[in-house]
């Protein structure tokens, strides 16, 4: 994997992007040790190291096979007409989404995107039950042996960030910035300290953003 010049006016000149490799992550594996392992000997003071939420919620085990879930008929009418790219195009997706708000609030959506419509709106679906969609990252994309795995979002991203801060390895600065970037198609990011993402993350794989010499 090569390092990646950035360039946005709104961020500092110099900046790199490197990709850090790591091994796979499992359910149940010491994220924080993984983490310290594989910057150690990189990090910088100035850094900015970025984690993927997939592979957070990976190592917390949020994920769940699509084969354990058994979509409604309204999961599958609705995903239907869900977008292409969209994570609850899926109906095993679109099921969570249903478990997690219940059948009348998902109802409730439906109707105000129908009404929407009727009055040039689009999107009513999604601002209503768009934290409970972007939780949800589909099967499609993620490397094996989690093909089938959809993933969940993480637990309590800031206390993962301030735990792995916490290591010598990874303490750049006094107040370290250190966060967890979303790498599903909507783009949504939880960074828990100071800095917006530089750069879209893969699923298991780091990427330290750094002012270069």
Sequence with gaps: MRNLAVSHEALPRGLVAIPVRTRLLHRGDDLVAVVRDAVRGIAAPGDVLAISETAVAIAQGAFVAAEAIRPSKLAFALARRAHPLATVNQPESMQLVIDDVGVPRVLQAVAAQVLGLLVGKRGRFYEMLGEAITAIDGYTGTMPPY?????????????????????????????????????????????????????????????????SS
């Excluded at 916490?166 to 966060?179: K, L």
């Excluded at 993402?197 to 990427?207: D, E, H, N, R, S």
């Design 147 to 211: 093909e089938r795995a959809i993933v969940l979002a993480p637990r309590e991203p800031d206390a993962v960030a301030e735990a792995i801060a916490a290591q010598p390895s990874t303490r750049m600065r006094n107040s370290p910035s250190i966060g967890t970037c979303r790498s599903s198609a909507s783009g949504s990011t939880a960074m828990a300290k100071m800095m917006p993402p530089i750069v879209g993350v893969p699923a298991f794989a780091w990427w330290l953003a750094g002012a």
